[in-house]
């Protein structure tokens, strides 16, 4: 897929018998999701407008259009949606959307190359950039914070890291 969709959210399954989804919002404000419609699949080959009709555990429930039945709700679960660049807010200078994060070049402070992003992780007490090295058993984890992370050059590519002395290649 280009890179001129962002992944915005996931469908949870149906939420009654009506055609009616419970979605999950990966959103900063979690209720912009509806706005940043349509609203496509990963591949690009459906679309949806959204209307969000209420909230429930850890996202909202939403109508998508043509969407009528549970079982074509049911048929989505798991579908993450990505919203056009486009319709996104710009961000300010010190933060990032993950899909840009993903792919770049991550070097020391020295210089040497630590690996590429693979992913951006976060389990609720902040981001977590996994990085791959070719020859490594491991990914390295690291921290996305201002102290190990100081330089994110989209620009250029690259990442330049100070990763903590137990995390280091």
Not at 48 to 64: E, I, K, M, P, W
Not at 85 to 107: C, M, Q, S, W
Request: proline content about 5%; hydrophobic content about 40%; some cysteine.
């Amino acid at each position: 897929m280009a890179n001129d969709r962002i992944c915005v959210g996931a469908i949870g399954g149906a939420f009654g018998v009506r055609g009616e989804v419970r979605l999950k919002s990966y959103c900063a404000q979690p209720e912009a999701i509806a706005a940043y419609a349509p609203l496509w699949t990963e591949d690009g080959k459906r679309s949806f407008t959204v209307r969000l009709t209420g909230s429930t555990n850890n996202g909202f429930t939403a109508r998508l259009s043509g969407i009528a039945s549970k079982e074509e709700a049911d048929a989505l679960r798991g579908t993450e949606l990505f919203a056009d660049r486009t319709k996104l807010p710009n961000l300010p200078d010190d933060e990032f959307y993950h899909a840009d994060l993903i792919g770049l070049a991550v070097f020391d402070t020295g210089g040497a190359q630590l690996g590429t992003v693979r992913a951006v992780h976060n389990h609720g007490a902040g981001d977590i950039l996994e990085i791959f090295a070719p020859g490594r058993r491991t990914t390295l984890l690291l921290p996305f914070t201002r102290a190990i992370v100081p330089t994110v050059d989209l620009t250029a590519g690259r990442i330049i890291a100070d990763p903590p002395e137990e995390s280091e290649v």
